[in-house]
């Protein structure tokens, strides 16, 4: 995550693709600390045989954490680069994936998930209303839901999700300038409701483990909302 001056705008599954070999070893400041996010609504919460969705599941980082406890997971995403990666981690192959893309109608009936997590996806979705009413659609009533994004206020320091290929040249997968209440509009228009709100800033611990986030101190990089599909 950088800077956007000069990136060259791709298409989003395109980007991912491109980025997929070297997204979990690139010491990404986001990655790092959305996994304090997720760690924080996993804590206290029993998955053990429960069906869980990974709603653009990338390289796996949460399907196989929720795998390993006990969760019977399905991670979807529209990028084969990602997906392949996924798998790799996978050596039990405790996951189910799946390739689709993210905001459009998923290949579930209704009512299959017990609990559904989305990590870093939202940027990328255009319309926000349709993913959330989908993602209601395929839990079930009374389902728990994680949703994380990179927080709005990123954007007033100008930065998206980004990287360099090998050659050196800032790549940006395409990605909409959504703000906090677009997020919860959407959430709640789709009929979920919202359990807590959480914003992660960058600290000291986050730049010692990735350096890059130095420059973020005290700035707000992480949105979560911990929501649920009313009984």
């Known amino acids: 995550m950088k800077s956007n001056a000069g990136a060259r705008v791709v298409g989003t599954t395109r980007g991912y693709d491109l980025w997929a070999r070297r997204y979990d070893r690139d010491g990404n400041p986001t990655t790092a600390l959305e996994e304090r996010a997720f ?15 990974d709603l653009g599941c990338g390289t ?14 399905v991670g979807v995403d529209p990028s084969a680069g990602m997906l392949a990666q996924a798998r790799a981690k996978d ?5 189910e994936w799946v390739r689709v893309r993210v905001g459009a109608a998923l290949p579930f009936r209704a009512a299959t998930f017990d609990a559904a997590a989305s990590a870093l996806v939202l940027e990328h979705v255009r319309d926000l209303r349709a993913f959330f009413a989908e993602a209601r659609r395929v839990c079930r009533p009374g389902a728990a839901l994680y949703v994380s994004a990179m927080h709005p206020a990123m954007l007033l320091r100008g930065s998206q999700a980004s990287f360099r290929d090998r050659a050196g040249r800032k790549i940006r997968p395409r990605g909409y300038p959504h703000r906090t209440r677009d997020f919860l509009n959407a959430a709640l228009s789709a009929g979920l409701e919202l359990e807590r709100l959480e914003e992660l800033a960058a600290d000291a611990r ?13 700035w707000p990089m992480i949105l979560s909302l911990h929501l649920r599909r009313p009984r």
């Not at 730049?207 to 005290?218: D, E, I, Q």
């Open 206 to 218: 986050l730049a010692r483990a990735a350096p890059r986030a130095a420059k973020w101190l005290g």
């Open 91 to 95: 050596a039990a192959g405790r996951v």
């Open 39 to 53: 760690r924080a609504w996993l804590r206290g919460r029993s998955v053990r045989g429960q069906k869980v969705l």
């Open 60 to 73: 796996g980082r949460h399907s196989v954490t929720l795998a390993r406890r006990g969760a019977r997971v």
